[in-house]
Protein backbone atom coordinates (compact mmCIF):
# COMPACT_ATOMS: atom_id res chain seq x y z
CA UNK A 1 0.00 0.00 0.00
CA UNK A 2 1.39 3.56 -1.05
CA UNK A 3 0.15 6.67 -0.09
CA UNK A 4 0.76 9.91 -2.15
CA UNK A 5 0.62 13.59 -0.48
CA UNK A 6 -0.16 16.65 -2.65
CA UNK A 7 -1.89 19.88 -2.15
CA UNK A 8 0.72 21.69 0.14
CA UNK A 9 1.96 25.10 -0.63
CA UNK A 10 1.71 28.94 0.36
CA UNK A 11 -0.97 30.73 1.12
CA UNK A 12 -1.74 34.09 3.18
CA UNK A 13 -3.33 33.69 6.64
CA UNK A 14 -7.25 33.49 6.15
CA UNK A 15 -7.01 31.43 3.12
CA UNK A 16 -7.89 28.10 2.09
CA UNK A 17 -5.87 25.09 0.69
CA UNK A 18 -7.09 21.60 -0.38
CA UNK A 19 -4.19 18.40 0.27
CA UNK A 20 -5.37 14.95 -1.18
CA UNK A 21 -3.52 11.32 -0.43
CA UNK A 22 -3.96 8.58 -3.38
CA UNK A 23 -3.97 5.36 -1.92
CA UNK A 24 -2.67 2.34 -3.87
CA UNK A 25 -3.75 -0.76 -3.60
CA UNK A 26 -6.91 -3.83 -4.32
CA UNK A 27 -8.91 -2.11 -1.92
CA UNK A 28 -9.91 1.18 0.09
CA UNK A 29 -11.06 -0.40 2.75
CA UNK A 30 -9.34 2.13 5.25
CA UNK A 31 -9.45 4.15 7.85
CA UNK A 32 -7.45 7.47 7.40
CA UNK A 33 -6.36 10.66 8.84
CA UNK A 34 -4.12 13.17 8.11
CA UNK A 35 -1.62 14.42 11.18
CA UNK A 36 1.04 17.27 11.13
CA UNK A 37 4.36 17.96 12.68
CA UNK A 38 7.28 20.90 12.63
CA UNK A 39 10.68 20.26 13.00
CA UNK A 40 11.35 19.16 17.01
CA UNK A 41 7.77 18.91 17.51
CA UNK A 42 5.40 15.68 17.91
CA UNK A 43 3.55 14.41 15.34
CA UNK A 44 -0.06 16.24 15.87
CA UNK A 45 -3.62 14.78 14.63
CA UNK A 46 -5.59 16.14 12.66
CA UNK A 47 -8.50 14.77 11.47
CA UNK A 48 -9.64 11.17 10.99
CA UNK A 49 -12.27 9.53 8.64
CA UNK A 50 -13.82 6.20 9.29
CA UNK A 51 -13.83 2.95 6.32
CA UNK A 52 -16.91 3.59 5.71
CA UNK A 53 -16.60 7.15 5.77
CA UNK A 54 -19.66 7.60 7.73
CA UNK A 55 -17.51 8.65 11.38
CA UNK A 56 -14.94 11.64 11.45
CA UNK A 57 -13.13 13.41 13.78
CA UNK A 58 -10.96 16.72 14.37
CA UNK A 59 -8.33 18.28 16.74
CA UNK A 60 -9.81 20.98 18.51
CA UNK A 61 -7.20 23.65 16.98
CA UNK A 62 -8.81 22.66 12.99
CA UNK A 63 -12.79 21.89 14.24
CA UNK A 64 -14.77 24.21 11.90
CA UNK A 65 -12.54 24.92 9.48
CA UNK A 66 -10.93 21.61 8.22
CA UNK A 67 -12.92 19.05 6.57
CA UNK A 68 -11.58 15.22 5.74
CA UNK A 69 -13.55 13.66 3.22
CA UNK A 70 -12.80 10.23 0.85
CA UNK A 71 -13.57 9.03 -2.62
CA UNK A 72 -13.66 5.72 -2.79
CA UNK A 73 -14.51 5.67 -6.51
CA UNK A 74 -10.83 7.51 -6.57
CA UNK A 75 -9.34 6.14 -4.10
CA UNK A 76 -8.41 9.30 -2.24
CA UNK A 77 -9.14 10.89 1.12
CA UNK A 78 -8.95 14.72 1.28
CA UNK A 79 -8.21 17.82 3.68
CA UNK A 80 -10.14 20.69 2.80
CA UNK A 81 -8.70 23.59 5.42
CA UNK A 82 -9.84 26.91 5.55
CA UNK A 83 -9.62 29.97 7.22
CA UNK A 84 -5.99 29.13 7.87
CA UNK A 85 -3.90 30.52 10.40
CA UNK A 86 -0.05 30.81 10.69
CA UNK A 87 -0.24 28.22 13.46
CA UNK A 88 -1.13 25.91 11.09
CA UNK A 89 2.36 25.89 9.32
CA UNK A 90 3.70 22.53 9.04
CA UNK A 91 4.30 19.14 7.34
CA UNK A 92 1.14 17.12 6.59
CA UNK A 93 0.92 13.64 6.04
CA UNK A 94 -2.03 11.02 5.77
CA UNK A 95 -2.07 7.68 7.11
CA UNK A 96 -4.08 4.76 6.56
CA UNK A 97 -5.00 1.63 8.64
CA UNK A 98 -6.95 -1.37 7.15
CA UNK A 99 -10.33 -2.31 8.80
CA UNK A 100 -13.90 -1.36 6.93
CA UNK A 101 -16.27 -0.02 9.48
CA UNK A 102 -17.17 3.02 11.53
CA UNK A 103 -14.13 3.42 13.83
CA UNK A 104 -11.54 6.12 13.48
CA UNK A 105 -8.50 6.21 14.85
CA UNK A 106 -6.96 9.89 16.71
CA UNK A 107 -3.15 8.33 16.81
CA UNK A 108 0.14 7.42 15.14
CA UNK A 109 0.40 4.09 16.28
CA UNK A 110 -3.17 2.98 15.58
CA UNK A 111 -2.01 3.62 11.20
CA UNK A 112 -0.22 1.00 9.60
CA UNK A 113 0.62 2.74 6.09
CA UNK A 114 1.83 6.85 6.06
CA UNK A 115 2.41 8.79 3.00
CA UNK A 116 5.25 11.16 2.51
CA UNK A 117 4.42 14.50 3.62
CA UNK A 118 3.30 17.75 2.15
CA UNK A 119 4.54 21.30 3.27
CA UNK A 120 1.50 23.99 4.45
CA UNK A 121 2.78 27.10 4.84
CA UNK A 122 0.74 29.81 6.33
CA UNK A 123 2.07 33.14 6.25
CA UNK A 124 1.30 36.28 8.35
Do not use: H
Not at 76 to 87: D, F, G, H, N
Request: hydrophobic letters at 35%.
Amino acid sequence: VQLQASGGGLVQAGGSLRLSCAVSGRTFNYALGWFRQNPGKQREFVAAISGTGGNTAYAASVKGRFTISKDSAKKTVSLQMTSLKPEDTAVYSCAARLGYGGAYFGTEYQYDYWGQGTQVTVSS
